[in-house]
């Protein structure tokens, strides 16, 4: 069967532009108008879609190569035959003569436009959509700007994108920004007003400057807004070209074109995060299903920008600076990673830990082997693999699209460990099996070694849940934050005695306090008391424990 040239279509005035990405491969089929290739010049991207519905026989450049107007690119087979092909191919070589008349009306208005104004006064200007290349109702998808903000010429307001181009509206001129007429979702056409600007006026007509030559559909889409009180000096970027989609994104903010944005919105992934490999960092396919991937595999070790202040303090007084080790880095990104990804709500409840305490101090001395101390830390660790045992949903994590949960057969418990270098969270392993004295022998040894740097590496990872216990320390009340992928975390504070009433009397009680965060997308609020109030009632019988 004949195979059908594809060509890059008219560039609309432009000699040369890069491929910046071949979006297909030989044998894929493809849609009319899906893209092909995608190419880039300083100031716009455009895609070369396929010209009818067929299937890829040939590719005939490669990324970094540079293409003009009409360059034989690839080779395609038609769905239907060459003839229906050939039927289809003329569409993207020349515009449809709605869009030309589109385009000449748009050349003819520039003059119109431009009755330059030479005053350095400043004054508001309406910011006005430009020509978009014939194409009406453009949705805008993103504003860029901040009402307020100072912004130079060519800065991008706001960014439209039809189902087949993306498109900035760029300041006009460099001044600042009074109002937005319009939001995220509205459609606009060329001439809507979309907002105005405060500028101070100086240049000379664009149709004076830029009038010499016609321009071509490309280079008019980015130009001052058609019916600008005072006109751009910014009338010779490229832009939209019917033919060739293009997506022009010159803010550098986020650079992508119209396949990745729709993408994007699909997989729900906010551009701004993702790092693009492209040229000049352009954010292609396979940079949002890498970043997808990533944040589904380690959700807590993603990479959050954890951000301090850059006001300069010297100037209130006398400052010092240290660096942060290693330690408090990792720290600080778990924490922001947890703090701003998961729901998190604190339950607090006190246990009656006055027999525990009792026993702890009198009977268990005897039992305890030369040099071992038991804390009420053990006997809270052997509380918890209880009641993580009687309530599942404590001892998972959420599955990898948080429509699973996996729910862990082991009982592996983290105890966070205050050390001069920083936080570390050893786990105690397998705690549903071993006794309150091998608890507390373990934790210990732990904790010791964690404080002599002398962690192995394994000795931290497996935890499905975690305490963290200031309980030497002093305090009445904490909120620990989710240890992610877990669920939930236990923050034990200072037990102290308490006036509680028996029916009859008040009489001292030690109570400990307890404060349970949990991830709420896992764990209702009933489910976090109720899981509170039976540990507290296992601390407060300790015969509980012992069984
Ligand atoms: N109420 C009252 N007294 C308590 C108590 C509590 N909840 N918990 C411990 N104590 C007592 C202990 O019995 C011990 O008393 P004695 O010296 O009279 O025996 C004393 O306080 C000190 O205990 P400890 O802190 O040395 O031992 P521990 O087993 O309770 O805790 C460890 C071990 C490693 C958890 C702890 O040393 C530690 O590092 N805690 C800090 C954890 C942390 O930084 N958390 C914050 C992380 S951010 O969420």
Same mark, same amino acid.
């Given at each position: 069967?004949?195979?059908t040239q594809v060509n890059v279509p008219d560039l609309g005035?432009i000699?040369e532009v890069e491929v910046i990405e071949i979006c297909v491969?030989?044998?894929d089929?493809l849609e009319t108008e899906e893209a092909l290739i995608v190419l880039e010049s300083?100031?716009a991207t455009m895609e070369v879609p396929a010209p009818f519905?067929g299937?890829v026989?040939e590719i005939l450049v490669s990324v970094?190569d540079k293409v003009g107007s009409g360059t034989h690119v690839a080779n395609m087979?038609?769905?239907?035959?060459?003839?229906?092909?050939?039927?289809?191919q003329?569409a993207p070589k020349?515009? &449809?003569?709605?869009?030309?008349?589109?385009?000449?009306?748009?050349?003819?208005?520039?003059?119109?436009?431009?009755?330059?104004?030479?005053?350095?006064?400043?004054?508001?200007?309406? %910011?006005?959509?430009?020509?978009?290349?014939?194409?009406?109702?453009?949705?805008?998808?993103?504003?860029?700007?901040?009402?307020?903000?100072?912004?130079?010429?060519?800065?991008?307001?706001?960014?439209?994108?039809?189902?087949k181009a993306?498109?900035?509206?760029?300041?006009?001129?460099?001044?600042?920004?009074?109002?937005?007429?319009?939001?995220?979702?509205?459609? %606009?056409?060329?001439?809507?007003?979309?907002?105005?600007?405060?500028?101070?006026?100086?240049?000379?007509?664009?149709?004076?400057?830029? /009038?010499?030559?016609?321009? /071509?559909?490309a280079?008019?889409?980015?130009?001052?807004?058609?019916?600008?009180?005072?006109?751009?000096?910014?009338?010779?970027?490229?832009?939209?070209n019917t033919h060739s989609t293009p997506s022009?994104?010159? =803010?550098?903010?986020?650079?992508?074109g119209p396949a990745?944005?729709?993408?994007?919105?699909?997989?729900?992934?906010? $551009?701004?995060?993702?790092?693009?490999?492209?040229?000049?960092?352009?954010?292609?396919?396979?940079? $949002?299903?890498?970043?997808?991937?990533?944040?589904?595999?380690?959700?807590?070790?993603?990479?959050?920008?954890?951000?301090?202040?850059?006001?300069?303090?010297?100037?209130?007084?006398?400052?010092?600076?240290?660096?942060?080790?290693?330690?408090?880095? %990792?720290?600080?990104?778990?924490?922001?990673?947890?703090?701003?990804?998961?729901?998190?709500?604190?339950?607090?409840?006190?246990?009656?830990?006055?027999? $525990?305490?009792?026993?702890?101090?009198?009977?268990?001395?005897?039992?305890?082997?030369?040099?071992?101390?038991?804390?009420?830390?053990?006997?809270?660790?052997?509380?918890?693999?209880?009641?993580?045992?009687?309530?599942?949903?404590?001892?998972?994590?959420?599955?990898?699209?948080?429509?699973?949960?996996?729910?862990?057969?082991?009982?592996?418990?983290?105890? &966070?460990?205050?050390?001069?270098?920083?936080?570390?969270?050893?786990? %105690?392993?397998?705690?549903?099996?071993?006794?309150?004295?091998?608890?507390?022998?373990?934790?210990?040894?732990?904790?010791?070694?964690?404080?002599?740097?002398?962690?192995?590496?394994?000795?931290?990872?497996?935890?499905?849940?975690?305490? =963290?216990?200031?309980?030497?320390?002093?305090?009445?009340?904490?909120?620990?934050?989710?240890?992610?992928?877990?669920?939930?975390? $236990?923050?034990?504070?200072?037990?102290?005695?308490?006036?509680?009433?028996?029916?009859?009397?008040?009489?001292?009680?030690?109570?400990?306090?307890? /404060?349970?965060?949990?991830?709420?997308?896992?764990?209702?609020?009933?489910?976090?008391?109720?899981?509170?109030?039976?540990?507290?009632?296992?601390?407060?019988?300790?015969?509980?424990?012992?069984?």
């Amino acid at each position: 069967m004949a195979h059908t040239q594809v060509n890059v279509p008219d560039l609309g005035g432009i000699d040369e532009v890069e491929v910046i990405e071949i979006c297909v491969k030989v044998g894929d089929s493809l849609e009319t108008e899906e893209a092909l290739i995608v190419l880039e010049s300083d100031k716009a991207t455009m895609e070369v879609p396929a010209p009818f519905s067929g299937t890829v026989k040939e590719i005939l450049v490669s990324v970094g190569d540079k293409v003009g107007s009409g360059t034989h690119v690839a080779n395609m087979e038609a769905e239907g035959g060459a003839q229906a092909a050939s039927e289809e191919q003329a569409a993207p070589k020349q515009a &449809a003569p709605e869009e030309q008349a589109n385009t000449q009306e748009s050349a003819t208005a520039r003059p119109e436009a431009s009755a330059a104004n030479a005053s350095a006064e400043p004054q508001e200007m309406d %910011v006005i959509v430009p020509d978009l290349g014939g194409v009406d109702a453009v949705e805008i998808i993103e504003l860029s700007a901040s009402i307020g903000d100072e912004l130079a010429a060519e800065d991008s307001l706001m960014v439209l994108e039809s189902d087949k181009a993306t498109m900035e509206i760029p300041a006009p001129q460099a001044g600042k920004l009074l109002s937005f007429a319009v939001k995220v979702g509205d459609k %606009v056409s060329q001439g809507d007003v979309v907002g105005k600007m405060l500028v101070t006026q100086a240049a000379t007509s664009t149709a004076e400057t830029k /009038s010499d030559a016609p321009k /071509s559909a490309a280079e008019k889409s980015e130009a001052a807004p058609a019916k600008a009180e005072t006109p751009s000096a910014q009338a010779n970027q490229p832009a939209a070209n019917t033919h060739s989609t293009p997506s022009t994104n010159t =803010s550098g903010k986020v650079h992508a074109g119209p396949a990745v944005r729709k993408l994007a919105r699909e997989l729900g992934v906010d $551009l701004a995060q993702v790092n693009g490999s492209g040229p000049r960092g352009r954010i292609q396919k396979q940079d $949002l299903y890498d970043f997808v991937k990533q944040r589904v595999n380690n959700p807590v070790a993603s990479p959050l920008t954890v951000k301090g202040s850059d006001e300069d303090f010297s100037k209130y007084g006398e400052i010092s600076e240290k660096s942060l080790n290693k330690i408090k880095q %990792v720290t600080a990104r778990n924490m922001v990673a947890s703090w701003s990804t998961i729901p998190q709500v604190t339950q607090f409840d006190e246990a009656d830990i006055t027999e $525990l305490e009792t026993y702890r101090k009198q009977s268990m001395g005897a039992l305890l082997p030369e040099g071992v101390k038991v804390s009420p830390l053990a006997f809270i660790m052997k509380a918890c693999a209880k009641a993580l045992q009687a309530f599942p949903e404590f001892n998972s994590s959420l599955g990898p699209n948080a429509d699973t949960l996996i729910l862990k057969q082991y009982y592996n418990i983290g105890i &966070a460990v205050d050390t001069p270098d920083g936080l570390l969270v050893p786990v %105690v392993k397998g705690v549903e099996s071993k006794g309150v004295v091998d608890l507390a022998v373990d934790s210990s040894e732990l904790a010791k070694k964690a404080r002599d740097k002398k962690l192995p590496m394994d000795a931290m990872s497996g935890a499905s849940f975690t305490i =963290s216990s200031l309980g030497g320390i002093g305090g009445t009340a904490f909120t620990p934050i989710v240890n992610a992928p877990q669920v939930a975390i $236990l923050g034990v504070s200072k037990a102290s005695y308490k006036p509680v009433w028996n029916g009859k009397e008040f009489e001292p009680r030690l109570m400990l306090p307890l /404060s349970l965060s949990y991830d709420h997308r896992v764990i209702d609020g009933a489910q976090a008391a109720r899981f509170a109030r039976y540990l507290c009632e296992l601390l407060t019988d300790v015969r509980h424990l012992l069984l």
